[in-house]
């Protein structure tokens, strides 16, 4: 809620003063830790409605399935009413109201599509996604060189896949060049893309790519946009959600330009389950997180990491988160203990109590807060209750969810998926084209080999046919030659003249005819 141009978080339980963020110092980030069941939820609710009412658009992820209640106003209750009169809402102006809310999911079953291309997501990320080993890495990384040097589009997961494909059937004039790429390793690459695919989170991949720009909206009422992602089933999948989170992140910091300091941020991103962003993740992954948090304030947008413990945040980011709000820490363990002292140590000391003790004992709804004042410094740490959120607690229905997203500006943008032309296609017109050469190819070889025997079968019937007349004509030749012979033979030497003559003539005739058919 809103005071004096200030967000106004909690109520200072020892003092009853407000506890307020001052704009210009929500780009400094923030931390809202606290073990399950304490009221991060509740507080992330009342921190976006508040940047919200003063104008500035919120990204969050919804874990749970329950911040979808943003759209619908609170509902009140008895123990609505005890909060009302416990923060004196009702002198400052407290409302039930609604927000105004677009919900994204990378499925787009519960939000309208969140796409992005594979190029655009690079091969660092990726190779998170995949789980691939530094040195498929840096492979990966030379085939989006390849593609990019040969002008092909890597929109979606087929056109990485039919890439890693080529390359692999040309390895050796790639690796020639850009050095040793073993088939092992392109085989544990396509390996990892299909199962990425299997796994359906094939679907973030492709066109229309989401246009970051579309989250700085703000309604006629001048409140900005609470943009929600839906991953309840994405965290099902903690590094494919961790790195996605990180994309959206970095995708605000590289393409917003410099603001310097302003009175209030462009854009507040809030980072559910933060834990999972750095779990097992490797240094130069880490090393890029702690670059984006330290340079992003400069483009005007704050982060707020929300987590069980900050152990869960390496220290190098955890310095850069200024605004804290610290809800119950439990210790059953040597180890938890150390974890709440550390929690209770990052904060300044306040006379008026143990931070550590109290950091044990907080109430539902109660935390310990912390904010930057007017120089940037930390305030002492302040043992608070939170206030409630002016929306509905709990999730909405789904009818409602989805008037919400049928009725978007943006549903004509993104609903439908295109699929331009692009490497799958370049290469998959290269193999039809060979494959009919191919066929071409074969058939012409048949047609020459089915002409050849057909060849072999004219002259084998012509030499049939000769045959055939040459011994009918040797037959008749002799049988009129031994006619002939014979009749001279008798002539001159009566029956015996016959005999000879008839002989000689048969072999004169057989002869003659023999002579004929070599000529």
Same mark, same amino acid.
């Given at each position: 809620?809103?005071?004096?141009?200030?967000?106004?978080?909690?109520?200072?339980?020892?003092?009853?003063?407000?506890?307020?963020? +001052?704009?210009?110092?929500?780009?400094? =980030?923030?931390?809202?830790?606290?073990?399950?069941?304490?009221?991060?939820?509740?507080?992330?609710?009342?921190?976006?409605?508040?940047?919200? @009412? *003063?104008?500035?658009?919120?990204?969050?992820?919804?874990?749970?399935?329950?911040?979808?209640? *943003?759209?619908?106003?609170?509902?009140?209750?008895?123990?609505?009413?005890?909060?009302?009169?416990?923060?004196?809402?009702?002198?400052?102006?407290?409302?039930?109201? @609604?927000?105004?809310?677009?919900?994204?999911?990378?499925?787009?079953?519960?939000?309208?599509?969140?796409?992005?291309?594979?190029?655009?997501?690079?091969?660092?990320?990726?190779?998170?996604?995949?789980?691939?080993?530094?040195?498929?890495?840096?492979?990966?990384?030379?085939?989006?060189?390849?593609?990019?040097?040969?002008?092909?589009?890597?929109?979606?997961?087929?056109?990485?896949?039919? *890439?890693?494909?080529?390359?692999?059937?040309?390895?050796?004039?790639?690796?020639?060049?850009?050095?040793?790429?073993?088939?092992?390793?392109? #085989?544990?690459?396509?390996?990892?893309? &299909?199962?990425?695919?299997?796994?359906?989170?094939?679907?973030?991949?492709?066109?229309?790519?989401?246009?970051? =720009?579309?989250?700085?909206?703000?309604?006629?009422?001048?409140?900005?946009?609470?943009?929600?992602?839906?991953?309840?089933?994405?965290?099902?999948?903690?590094?494919?959600?961790?790195?996605?989170?990180?994309?959206?992140?970095?995708?605000?910091?590289?393409?917003?330009?410099?603001?310097?300091?302003?009175?209030?941020?462009?854009?507040?991103?809030?980072?559910?389950?933060? =834990?999972?962003?750095?779990?097992?993740?490797?240094?130069?992954?880490?090393?890029?997180?702690?670059?984006?948090?330290? +340079?992003?304030?400069?483009?005007?947008?704050?982060?707020?990491?929300?987590?069980?413990?900050?152990?869960?945040?390496?220290?190098?980011?955890?310095?850069?988160?200024?605004?804290?709000?610290?809800?119950?820490?439990?210790?059953?363990?040597?180890? !938890?203990?150390?974890? &709440?002292?550390?929690?209770?140590?990052?904060?300044?000391?306040?006379? @008026?109590?143990?931070?550590?003790?109290?950091?044990? @004992?907080?109430?539902?709804?109660?935390?310990?807060?912390?904010?930057?004042?007017?120089? $940037?410094?930390?305030?002492?740490?302040?043992?608070?209750?939170?206030?409630?959120?002016?929306?509905?607690?709990?999730?909405?229905?789904?009818?409602?969810?989805?008037?919400?997203? #049928?009725?978007?500006?943006?549903?004509?943008?993104?609903? !439908?998926?295109?699929?331009?032309?692009?490497?799958?296609?370049?290469?998959?017109?290269?193999?039809?084209?060979?494959?009919?050469?191919?066929?071409?190819?074969?058939?012409?070889?048949?047609? !020459?080999?089915?002409?050849?025997?057909?060849?072999?079968?004219?002259?084998?019937?012509?030499?049939?046919? *000769?045959?055939?007349?040459?011994?009918?004509?040797?037959?008749?030749?002799?049988?009129?030659?031994? !006619?002939?012979? $014979?009749?001279?033979?008798?002539?001159?030497?009566?029956?015996?003249?016959?005999?000879?003559?008839?002989?000689?003539?048969?072999?004169?005739?057989?002869?003659?005819?023999?002579?004929?058919?070599?000529?």
């Amino acid at each position: 809620m809103l005071y004096n141009n200030t967000i106004w978080a909690g109520l200072d339980m020892d003092t009853n003063e407000k506890v307020c963020i +001052l704009p210009r110092m929500a780009n400094r =980030h923030g931390l809202i830790a606290g073990a399950t069941g304490t009221g991060k939820t509740i507080t992330l609710k009342v921190l976006a409605e508040s940047f919200s @009412n *003063m104008g500035v658009p919120v990204f969050l992820s919804d874990i749970k399935g329950d911040l979808s209640g *943003m759209i619908k106003p609170g509902v009140d209750n008895a123990n609505m009413q005890e909060r009302i009169q416990y923060f004196g809402l009702d002198k400052e102006g407290f409302t039930y109201q @609604n927000f105004p809310t677009q919900f994204w999911d990378i499925s787009g079953k519960k939000g309208l599509p969140l796409r992005t291309t594979v190029s655009e997501f690079g091969p660092t990320l990726l190779s998170r996604i995949l789980g691939l080993t530094d040195l498929q890495t840096n492979i990966l990384t030379i085939i989006f060189r390849i593609a990019d040097e040969e002008n092909l589009l890597l929109l979606d997961t087929k056109d990485l896949r039919s *890439m890693v494909q080529y390359v692999a059937q040309n390895n050796k004039k790639y690796s020639s060049q850009y050095g040793n790429m073993t088939t092992a390793s392109l #085989n544990a690459i396509l390996r990892s893309i &299909v199962a990425l695919e299997t796994a359906g989170a094939d679907k973030f991949f492709g066109e229309p790519a989401i246009d970051i =720009h579309d989250f700085f909206r703000q309604d006629s009422d001048g409140r900005g946009m609470i943009n929600i992602l839906e991953a309840e089933s994405t965290v099902q999948n903690p590094v494919i959600y961790a790195t996605f989170m990180l994309y959206m992140l970095s995708e605000l910091f590289e393409q917003l330009p410099e603001v310097g300091d302003r009175e209030k941020p462009k854009m507040v991103y809030f980072f559910d389950e933060a =834990h999972l962003l750095f779990n097992d993740a490797p240094k130069a992954l880490v090393d890029k997180i702690e670059q984006v948090v330290k +340079l992003i304030r400069s483009k005007g947008v704050g982060i707020f990491f929300i987590t069980q413990n900050p152990s869960d945040v390496p220290d190098s980011v955890l310095a850069q988160l200024g605004n804290k709000i610290q809800h119950a820490l439990h210790a059953y363990t040597p180890s !938890e203990e150390k974890k &709440v002292k550390a929690a209770a140590d990052s904060f300044r000391v306040n006379k @008026n109590f143990s931070t550590v003790e109290v950091l044990q @004992n907080l109430g539902t709804g109660e935390a310990l807060i912390s904010f930057l004042d007017e120089e $940037g410094k930390p305030d002492n740490v302040r043992r608070c209750r939170v206030l409630p959120p002016q929306s509905l607690m709990g999730p909405a229905d789904d009818s409602s969810r989805l008037m919400v997203i #049928n009725s978007s500006d943006f549903a004509e943008k993104y609903s !439908e998926e295109v699929d331009r032309d692009s490497a799958y296609e370049f290469f998959k017109r290269l193999t039809d084209e060979a494959t009919a050469e191919a066929a071409r190819i074969e058939a012409e070889k048949q047609a !020459e080999k089915d002409a050849e025997a057909l060849a072999k079968a004219q002259e084998k019937a012509n030499r049939g046919r *000769m045959t055939a007349v040459k011994s009918v004509g040797r037959s008749t030749a002799g049988t009129l030659g031994r !006619e002939a012979g $014979g009749a001279i033979g008798k002539t001159f030497l009566g029956t015996f003249g016959k005999r000879v003559g008839g002989n000689i003539g048969a072999a004169l005739g057989r002869g003659l005819l023999d002579t004929f058919f070599r000529s």
